[in-house]
């Protein structure tokens, strides 16, 4: 065996003072075990173990390879803190006096589970079932220690190694085609062959078909009899609409006609005032003056065939009076109207804009009412603290309340003290006040120097009244042995202070 290192001896028996129950058989073991396998690679540290029921715990641990002849085998071997004898009262799936040994597979390995060792890399042996049973303290025998472990470890995996390396995976077969041949690609020169499409049906905007004559107003056809001009029309449209429209009067200004701007585009409608008095007039025939001749117009549309019922159009109850003097007006707002057409400011140009403008104002709308909304539930949520801050201050008032009965109940007691209103709520003041004696200030500044140890632990650790942790990277190994000196320093501090307790007849 190899002589350690004293500085690695004294770091495994500082390890082992703060929690390791037997220190003095776990430090022979391991040290006998560093002679050993120092040497073949094997290490040793501390570090957190977690069982299966989910405790943690900070143990020693020895990891390395170990040389089974065929093969190299990773092991990490904890070492419990009742090591090496069993505890009775620890649960059975928590580190109990054995070593818990695991086989770590390394990159391209995988473990391959037998008897000896589970899924997990666990490993099982008749060997550590008898140190659990029979390796007690009172046992005197020598037939359970590390090096005798890992002489099992080595027959074990000799015989049945634990690891294997993964299957290969099988080669991908390209599946073959056995439907029918896909028809060939179309070239890019090729032209696809175009369907007709079917035109859609059109739609007919000459409106509802006006009434029939009735039967009694039909006359005879009158045989070789010239046919006039207007015959040649459509019988069913009335007459009113049957003669062209009279020209505009002399004194009115004619409306200059728009010219098309040069761009490809249907020009925009035209509005102009017409002066239609001759069709708004009523429909029978006015004595003519002597000197004036008969209008062959009026003439024409006085002859009516009696009994023809005329579509009346509501837009012609217009009486003469009422557009006379609304020319100049109605021939303005003509001009208006084919003006604003024919600028670029029209509907055609303007309808993008209404839109996008439409769009604005609906993403508005719906930006609003999400906000409304959000101010609904901010009112309730409000609403809901002031209900619970309303609660708290109710009953900060009835504890300052009760508190000023107390103290009024202390001020009028002599040789009692009362923590309530209620009844038995009072305790004599003998039995709380003692006289001082050594132990009381030793248990002071015991309790003082716990309370410190704890803040400082936390203060390193980041957890002490929202302070930034003070170990990283650059100081860690120098925080670990504060923290682990002053964790040792603090079991010390507990033990003191609860042999002081029993010694006092306290409760701990």
């Not at 690679?41 to 405790?55: E, M, P």
């Not at 099982?124 to 140190?131: D, E, G, K, S």
Request: charge should be negative; include cysteine; glycine fraction near 4%.
């Amino acid at each position: 065996m190899a002589k350690i290192l004293s500085k690695v001896a004294n770091w495994l028996y500082l390890v082992l003072q703060p929690q390791y129950l037997h220190k003095e058989v776990a430090y022979s073991h391991l040290y006998h075990f560093l002679a050993a396998y120092l040497t073949q690679g094997f290490k040793i540290r501390t570090a957190v173990y977690t069982s299966v029921l989910g405790h943690s715990q900070l143990l020693i641990n020895l990891y390395g390879k170990l040389d089974c002849g065929t093969c190299l085998v990773p092991l990490n071997i904890w070492i419990p803190l009742n090591y090496p004898f069993q505890d009775e009262n620890i649960p059975a799936l928590e580190p109990n006096g054995v070593p818990v040994v695991f086989v770590v597979p390394e990159h391209g390995l995988m473990i391959r589970p037998n008897n000896n060792v589970d899924s997990q890399g666990r490993f099982y042996h008749p060997f550590m079932a008898l140190w659990h049973q029979n390796y007690t303290p009172t046992a005197q025998t020598r037939d359970f220690s590390l090096l005798l472990l890992m002489s099992c470890l080595k027959i074990t995996f000799e015989q049945n190694p634990p690891l294997n390396t993964p299957p290969a995976a099988p080669p991908k077969v390209q599946p073959t085609n056995t439907g029918p041949q896909l028809p060939p690609k179309m070239s890019y020169n090729e032209t696809p062959v175009q369907l007709p499409t079917p035109e859609p049906p059109r739609r007919e905007t000459n409106g509802p078909p006006l009434p029939q004559k009735p039967l009694e107003a039909q006359k005879p056809v009158e045989p070789q009899k010239p046919v006039e001009p207007q015959a040649t029309q459509d019988s069913s449209i009335p007459e009113k609409y049957r003669m062209p429209l009279p020209l505009p009067p002399q004194d009115s200004p004619s409306p200059v006609p728009v010219q098309s701007p040069p761009q490809q585009r249907v020009p925009p409608p035209q509005v102009v005032y017409q002066d239609n008095s001759e069709l708004y007039e009523p429909r029978r025939l006015r004595p003519q003056g002597p000197g004036k001749p008969p209008n062959p117009r009026k003439a024409q549309t006085a002859k009516k065939p009696q009994g023809i019922n005329e579509v009346e159009d509501l837009m012609d109850k217009v009486t003469l009076n009422e557009n006379k003097g609304d020319r100049p007006i109605l021939q303005m707002i003509s001009d208006k109207i084919n003006e604003f057409l024919a600028s670029d400011e029209s509907l055609v140009t303007a309808a993008p804009f209404v839109e996008q403008q439409k769009l604005k104002i609906e993403a508005l709308e719906n930006q609003l009412l999400s906000h409304l909304k959000q101010a609904h539930a901010n009112e309730e949520n409000l609403q809901n603290h002031i209900t619970y801050v309303q609660g708290q201050v109710e009953s900060i008032r009835k504890l300052n309340v009760e508190l000023q009965q107390v103290d009024q109940i202390n001020a009028e007691s002599k040789d009692e003290v009362a923590f309530g209103t209620g009844p038995g709520q009072k305790i004599k003041l003998e039995d709380i006040v003692t006289p001082d004696s050594i132990l009381v200030n030793q248990l002071y500044d015991t309790v003082a120097d716990i309370k410190a140890h704890k803040d400082t632990i936390d203060l390193v650790g980041g957890n002490f009244k929202g302070e930034s942790e003070l170990i990283n990277d650059e100081n860690m190994d120098q925080c670990i042995k504060s923290v682990r000196g002053l964790a040792r320093e603090l079991f010390w501090l507990e033990v003191t202070k609860t042999e002081i307790g029993k010694s006092m007849g306290l409760q701990m």
